[in-house]
């Protein structure tokens, strides 16, 4: 069983960064693959951001490439969603994942979930 507890979110100016955390209980943390996704309001929870096990491997959503990146600390049992160049439509309650085979960007992968933290960009 794996606990995760997102922070981090809050409200910012568009072209402003947040940088998210997740953290994780259990002894276990190396052993998952680490995902981000959002739900906006209105629409369907969607992939962001993951990261293999050792972090080797990064892999994004398009839509936020190249603002966005993700890293781990298996020491911390902590994954990061770093936030730049935010705009209006990355509003969204973000949620951390932990998962260990299939397709990251699919949720089945994905067997524990956080609770979400809102991330809100400003106009």
């Known amino acids: 069983q794996v606990q995760l507890v997102e922070s981090g979110g809050g409200l910012v100016q568009a072209g402003g960064s947040l940088r998210l955390s997740c953290a994780a209980s259990?002894?276990?943390?190396?052993?998952?693959?680490m995902g981000w996704f959002r739900q906006a309001p209105g629409k369907e929870r969607a992939f962001v951001a993951a990261?293999?096990?050792?972090?080797?491997?990064?892999y994004y959503a398009d839509s936020v490439k190249g603002r966005i990146a993700i890293s781990r600390d298996n020491a911390k049992n902590t994954v990061y969603l770093q936030m730049n160049s935010l705009k209006p439509e990355d509003t969204a309650v973000y949620y951390c994942a932990a998962g260990t085979a299939g397709r990251v960007v699919s949720q089945s992968l994905y067997d524990y979930w956080g609770q979400g933290t809102q991330v809100t960009v400003s106009s």
């Open positions: 990261i293999t096990q050792s972090g080797g491997s990064t």
């Open positions: 259990g002894r276990t943390f190396g052993s998952y693959i």
